[in-house]
């Protein structure tokens, strides 16, 4: 069940998205689409509601658990930008809007990127350890938690990998090819493969 409800919500997610979009662009109506796109936290709040009472229930804590609580933790750290990035492509491409900013390429810009980057996803899996984190506390000594454990150690590499890459950008950063500038400027909610939702 768990597992049904986390493709639900994420179908949702982006049924909410593309709706919220076309009220606001293709039928201006801006109100009704930001209203539609803040209805996105309630599918994680619904998530959480529903894993909480399986867990008080009695059921026997797996990786579907672990999943629902890292599924959460990555909506919050790149939901927001997630739904910045598809804005700012359907406004330019529909509404007249400015075309996306793309990030930079090299230097101190392009570090100053990566970090942003990485602090999205960093803080997506610091949330989803508090969340799993919560859960073993809910469990307590009653039930088996090394499913939960395991998604905690993943997250932990998660924020090392994210980390490292924008330590690599500092430490050794791109140099642009003589006779090409530096790069626009940084767009933090445009980016690389790292700042896509998922």
């Known amino acids: 069940m768990i597992v049904g409800l986390i493709i639900a919500c994420e179908a949702g997610f982006w049924v909410l998205l593309a709706a919220g979009l076309a009220f606001r662009y293709a039928l201006r109506m801006p109100r009704t689409g930001l209203a539609l796109l803040l209805c996105e936290p309630l599918l994680e709040a619904v998530l959480f509601t529903v894993t909480a009472i399986d867990l008080r229930n009695g059921a026997e804590p797996d990786w579907r658990h672990g999943l629902a609580a890292v599924y959460i933790g990555f909506t919050v750290g790149l939901g927001h930008s997630t739904i910045a990035w598809a804005d700012a492509r359907v406004a330019h491409r529909f509404a007249g809007?400015?075309?996306?900013?793309?990030?930079?390429?090299?230097?101190?810009?392009?570090?100053?990127?990566?970090?942003?980057?990485?602090?999205?996803?960093?803080?997506?899996?610091?949330?989803?350890?508090?969340?799993?984190?919560g859960a073993v506390w809910y469990v307590g000594d009653q039930g088996d938690v090394s499913s939960l454990r395991s998604w905690q150690l993943r997250m932990v590499w998660l924020i090392g990998i994210n980390l490292v890459i924008a330590v690599s950008y500092t430490l050794f950063p791109k140099r642009a090819p003589e006779g090409e500038g530096a790069g626009k400027p940084v767009d933090a909610e445009s980016g690389s493969g790292r700042s896509s939702r998922r």
């Open 97 to 133: 809007g400015p075309p996306p900013v793309r990030p930079p390429r090299y230097g101190t810009a392009r570090a100053v990127h990566e970090w942003k980057v990485a602090a999205r996803w960093v803080l997506a899996s610091v949330v989803a350890l508090a969340l799993l984190q």
